[in-house]
């Protein structure tokens, strides 16, 4: 069945923004990160994509039992780790690369050693405040984790940095000299960089690296688009035009009437919405391509419609094809339009909008 609208995600972008990783930091190992299906792209189809990355990073253990059930054989590194005897039981069987980054799951680990051997990454709280081990009580952690027989050692170390989309930021430069000076004299790979520490942080790039945003195309920095950073978009949300009317002068359109026409005004109702995830807080003018040509948006985004004044382009009819975002409209335009941040416009893509890869 037809559906009107839907988002189409660009194969071949998926797999140049992973050579762009790559090819920023040149030696490297890649942990694609595909948590929150993956950022609202669908979690099994752009990991199949990805299949020259080293491995896929998720939040959760349903994310990644997902992967397995799929056929997906790469390392699957859980962010959050795990928080019971049993969910390490099945973290084991299945292979996943387990996150720690508290005295309790090290605890856990202690306490739970099993026959299978357990890839661990050992986190260092930096100054993100969240989740990791404070310096003080990183090493200690580290020796004990080497003291399991089941640990594959030594463990991976690694932080999460919290500012460095904004590279004027000096909050970045303190991290990485706290995580060198606390791991100095610590065996174990290393792993730093999600996508802002990737592209604007050489000294975060080690040997393993986490990218997330830049894989779909998006700059991961304040102010910048992806093409900037030579990244491809991934997703374009495109829907149809479902009318066409006429909205005489000093006459308002949609929900409270916050919008009134000023002139004869001809305007195209489109099928898209809050419900499918187009943020309903976006203000009149925020731009629509509708048959190729940019046109703005009128009235209050509903559940299921919005309204576009198409009065100064070609003639539109019902079936005409739009474009809420994508590489004519990037998604970072219209997240900052709404006030948000793009990672919210992707990953609020509903499950009602059919993914289409291509």
């Known amino acids: 069945m037809h559906s009107l609208i839907r988002a189409r995600i660009d194969t071949a972008a998926l797999r140049h923004n992973l050579g762009v990783a790559r090819a920023r930091a040149p030696g490297a190992a890649v942990m694609a990160a595909v948590k929150a299906n993956a950022y609202g792209h669908g979690l099994i189809d752009t990991a199949r994509t990805l299949a020259a990355a080293d491995g896929f990073a998720v939040a959760r253990l349903d994310e990644a039992l997902a992967l397995r059930a799929a056929g997906i054989g790469q390392r699957i590194l859980l962010l959050e780790g795990v928080f019971s005897p049993d969910g390490l039981a099945l973290a084991a069987q299945q292979r996943f690369d387990v996150m720690v980054h508290s005295l309790e799951q090290v605890a856990m680990l202690e306490a739970n050693p099993g026959t299978t051997s357990l890839n661990v990454w050992l986190k ?4 993100m405040n969240r989740l990791g081990l404070r310096p003080a009580a990183f090493t200690a952690a580290h020796a004990r984790l080497q003291r399991i027989a089941s640990v594959i050692e030594p463990p991976v170390l690694t932080t999460h940095l919290a500012c460095a989309d904004d590279r ?8 990485l000299q706290l995580f060198s000076e606390v791991t100095r004299d610590l065996p ?6 999600n996508s802002a520490g990737l592209l604007g942080w050489p000294g975060a790039r080690g040997d393993w690296v986490r990218p997330g945003l830049m894989l779909y195309g998006v700059a991961p920095f304040i102010g910048m688009r992806g093409a900037q950073l030579e990244l491809r978009p991934v997703m374009t949300l495109q829907s149809e035009v479902i009318a066409v009317k006429q909205v005489p002068t ?5 929900y409270g009437g916050v919008w009134r026409a000023e002139r004869p005004t001809r305007m195209a109702v489109v099928a898209a919405g809050y419900g499918d995830g187009y943020p309903r807080g976006l203000p009149a003018g925020t731009p629509v391509l509708v048959k190729g040509c940019r046109a703005a948006l009128i009235g209050r985004v ?10 100064d382009i070609p003639p539109v009819a019902s079936g005409d094809p739009v474009v809420l975002w994508g590489e004519a409209i990037p998604v970072e335009e219209i997240a900052a339009l709404a006030g948000r941040i793009p990672y919210e416009l992707l990953c609020a893509v509903t499950e009602r909008v059919p ?3 291509s």
């Not at 260092?124 to 100054?127: E, Q, S, W």
């Not at 509903?302 to 009065?311: E, G, L, P, Y």
Request: charged share 25%; proline share 0%; aromatic share 2%.
């Open 124 to 127: 260092l709280d930096t100054g």
């Open 168 to 175: 004027d930021d000096a909050m970045t430069a303190r991290q």
């Open 188 to 193: 174990g790979a290393r792993s730093i960089a």
């Open 250 to 254: 000093g006459e308002t359109v949609g």
């Open 302 to 311: 509903s559940m299921d419609m919005i309204t576009v004044d198409v009065t």
């Open 355 to 357: 993914h289409e890869f």
